[in-house]
């Protein structure tokens, strides 16, 4: 499996602030995503990028963006946190080939409360 | 756009009870298929997948799914389940020739377990 390490794992803040989670791994895959968990709702992609030249939106981007600052890593910024973005945010990983046929590797997750 | 539905939101089975997790997605093409779970405190992790050939498929922990195409289905089952089995689990699926390259996730079904 992917070693994908997401940090912080926890963090408090106040509406308005600048908040960015990282995410790195170590397997050289390719393909990053960004999640949010909202209970009832599942996952919601947020942004995701196949490498470090091609960054995509998902479903749900506004308020939000990244930058993939190598393979390796890719970040997630919210530019002035507000309350509704309290939320459990994941980060996964797809190895490169077709053969990887979007099988996900997940972090342990960022929980956010924006205060 | 594709769209997955899980209608059982919250399911309360006693040990040894059989499981089963609707799933239901919504796209007439050729698509891969995915159950995750997600234990208290963790991150997701593949439970099964299907691609192409048995539609019946097996994942770890005695679990397995069946992929109905013509009802567009895919239906998480176990036989006995067991209370270490409590957790969320998703339903997944890429369309693999619309060119979204990026999983859809249904809403989740909490599953409890009670010894």
């Known amino acids: 499996d992917a070693d994908v390490t997401q940090t912080p794992r926890n963090r408090i803040t106040k509406t308005g602030k600048r908040i960015m989670l990282e995410c790195s791994q170590t397997?050289?895959?390719?393909?990053m995503y960004w999640y949010r968990q909202d209970p009832g709702l599942g996952l919601q992609l947020i942004y995701y990028?196949?490498?470090?030249?091609?960054?995509n939106k998902g479903e749900i981007s506004d308020g939000y963006s990244v930058s993939r600052q190598a393979q390796a890593k890719f970040s997630l910024s919210l530019e002035s946190a507000i309350p509704n973005q309290t939320a459990l945010y994941f980060c996964?990983?797809?190895?490169?080939?077709?053969?990887?046929?979007?099988?996900?590797?997940f972090g342990a997750g960022t929980r956010l409360s924006v205060l | 756009a594709q769209s997955v539905s899980q209608h059982n939101h919250h399911v309360i089975l006693s040990e040894a009870a059989s499981l089963e997790l609707g799933c239901n997605y919504s796209?007439?093409?050729?698509?891969?298929l995915f159950w995750y779970v997600q234990y208290p405190g963790q991150h997701l992790q593949l439970l099964l997948k299907?691609?192409?050939?048995?539609?019946l498929v097996k994942g770890i922990k005695g679990f397995e799914a069946e992929f109905i195409k013509s009802k567009f289905s895919f239906n998480l089952r176990k036989p006995s389940v067991q209370w270490s089995d409590t957790a969320e689990y998703f339903c997944a699926v890429n369309a693999r020739d619309t060119g979204r390259r990026a999983l859809t996730f249904g809403s989740g079904t909490r599953l409890q377990v009670q010894p």
């Open positions: 299907y691609f192409s050939g048995d539609p």
């Open positions: 796209y007439g093409g050729t698509v891969n």
């Open positions: 397997k050289g895959h390719d393909r």
């Open positions: 996964a990983t797809t190895p490169p080939g077709r053969l990887a046929k979007n099988i996900q590797y």
């Open positions: 990028s196949f490498d470090v030249k091609d960054i």
